[in-house]
């Protein structure tokens, strides 16, 4: 990955595309999501599955947290 290189990633299959393509000191650093809306950047610590009480993702679907 340059750092100047737009991505894009709509599914899993699609970030796997993405990490696929990072050095080996990319894939060392801390996952980390940006907040725009508080200009913050945190790692996220955690992969979850939805369960069958999630009201907006079905289940089963991964998601992240932080």
């Known amino acids: 990955m340059t750092p ?7 599914t899993y ?13 990319q894939l060392d650093c801390t996952p980390t999501i940006y907040d725009a809306d508080h200009d913050e950047y945190y790692p996220f610590s955690t992969l979850l599955t939805a369960s069958d009480t999630n009201s907006v993702l079905d289940e089963d ?5 932080f």
Not at 4 to 10: L, S, V
Not at 13 to 25: G, I, N, R, T
Not at 61 to 65: A, E, I, K, Q
Request: with cysteine; proline share 12%; aromatic share 12%.
């Open 4 to 10: 100047t290189a737009p991505y894009g990633c709509q």
């Open 61 to 65: 679907h991964p998601y992240f947290s």
């Open 13 to 25: 299959k699609d970030l796997l595309v993405l990490l696929a393509s990072m050095s080996p000191e």
